[in-house]
């Protein structure tokens, strides 16, 4: 973590435009799930504490570049406002005449959140114009919002080309101290957890950790892809028919570093209700599907880990939303819960949900806020959002 954070510039008197991540879920417009906004609350009190007016920003759902009222942010500046103990006002717009008019009348220990920046087409174009409209209301950028920063968009890397300094807030420092400490430096033995439903999604993932781990552990949907290339029958499992050459090759080059599961929970369809059965997974009949991992399976998995002084997980081990075929993906789980004096890491996604739903959040060391961004961090992939900011 070599990029400048809040806490190395002077944001007295300033005003903050900031970057967070309240992409949240909304029913009937009330935020069913405020995680992302009380992650971002440490940056917004140290910026209020210490003398600035706070300009927030962030996008919310797929507006697909349109108006849609449904993914007003209202519901979240309510939230934000009770979480705060303090006014936020919601402008109408996130550019624009009267909203530099509103920002530039702030007076220290302001809250503005600006409108969806995804209303506007010119925010995933990452329009430098646009860009530049959004370093009006700023004096000091700051960029908070982990989830979005790999993508290049107006308010995560545009916006750097008109407004400096341009830093990270505590929750981008910490999600890349964590994430950025396990890849480079880990305390061994690292061992990686990667689960989920497709191989393809995570073949750079699986090339980055390789050469890093002391074991890489593979459950999930993608596990079957895996067999396939060992030429076992899968019954009616997902399997990516276009990933089973790449499988065959990790296989081949990964050493003795890669562990499959030995044994399976099987349905006779996709469905909470399905008949369900335990098999080794060299015996799934014709017509029946893997969607968890099974008992042989958690001990050998927990049995591996239990050594662990660093462990990363993306991906859960089955269909976790189905109470049935949970049992894999929450005892992984446990097993990160259990270890003691060790470093866990849970990569956002569905991996973070199933830890939430676990009711085991509190004890791993971090779960990160972007799942999409973890990921592309631990393929070694530069994030746009991070590379934008000042150098310490």
């Not at 919310?60 to 303090?86: C, F, I, N, Y």
């Not at 550019?95 to 959140?113: K, W, Y």
């Not at 552990?217 to 076992?232: C, D, E, K, R």
């Not at 009711?359 to 070694?380: Q, V």
Request: charged share 20%.
């Amino acid at each position: 973590m070599n990029k400048k954070t809040i806490t190395d510039i002077d944001v007295s008197g300033k005003r903050a435009l900031v970057r967070v991540d309240f992409n949240v879920p909304l029913q009937d417009a009330v935020v069913t799930d405020d995680r992302r906004i009380r992650a971002a609350l440490p940056t917004i009190e140290y910026l209020l504490k210490n003398g600035a007016a706070v300009v927030l920003m962030s996008h919310l759902g797929r507006p697909k570049g349109q108006v849609v009222d449904s993914l007003k942010m209202d519901p979240v500046a309510a939230r934000l406002s009770e979480l705060l103990g303090r006014q936020v006002k919601k402008l109408d717009d996130c550019v624009g005449e009267a909203v530099e008019t509103a920002v530039n009348a702030m007076q220290p220990g302001d809250v503005i959140l600006l409108e969806n920046t995804r209303f506007h087409p010119e925010e995933k174009k990452n329009d430098l114009q646009f860009a530049a409209q959004l370093a009006k209301l700023g004096d000091v950028y700051v960029n908070d919002a982990f989830g979005s920063a790999h993508r290049a968009h107006a308010s995560t890397a545009g916006v750097t080309q008109f407004l400096r300094p341009a830093v990270a807030g505590f929750l981008l420092a910490k999600e890349l101290d964590y994430l950025g400490k396990a890849l480079s430096n880990p305390e061994p033995p690292f061992l990686a957890i990667l689960g989920g439903a497709k191989v393809s999604d995570k073949i750079g993932v699986i090339e980055n950790l390789l050469p890093k781990v002391d074991a890489l552990l593979i459950g999930g949907g993608m596990a079957n892809t895996f067999f396939a290339a060992q030429g076992l029958s899968m019954g009616a499992s997902l399997v990516e028919k276009d990933a089973i050459e790449t499988a065959k090759s990790l296989l081949e080059t990964s050493g003795d570093k890669l562990f499959l599961p030995v044994d399976a929970v099987i349905a006779d369809k996709f469905d909470a209700n399905a008949d369900a059965r335990i098999v080794p997974v060299d015996e799934v009949p014709a017509g029946w599907m893997i969607l968890d991992i099974g008992p042989a399976t958690i001990a050998h998995f927990a049995n591996r880990l239990a050594a662990a002084k660093t462990v990363v997980w993306n991906g859960p081990m089955g269909v976790f939303e189905f109470p049935r075929f949970a049992e894999g993906t929450f005892a992984v789980a446990r097993a990160l819960a259990d270890l003691n004096d060790a470093t866990t890491i849970i990569g956002g996604g569905d991996s973070a949900a199933a830890v939430q739903l676990s009711g085991l959040a509190d004890k791993i060391s971090h779960i990160s806020t972007g799942g999409g961004a973890s990921l592309e961090f631990l393929e070694g992939k530069t994030l746009p959002g991070v590379a934008a900011l000042d150098e310490k």
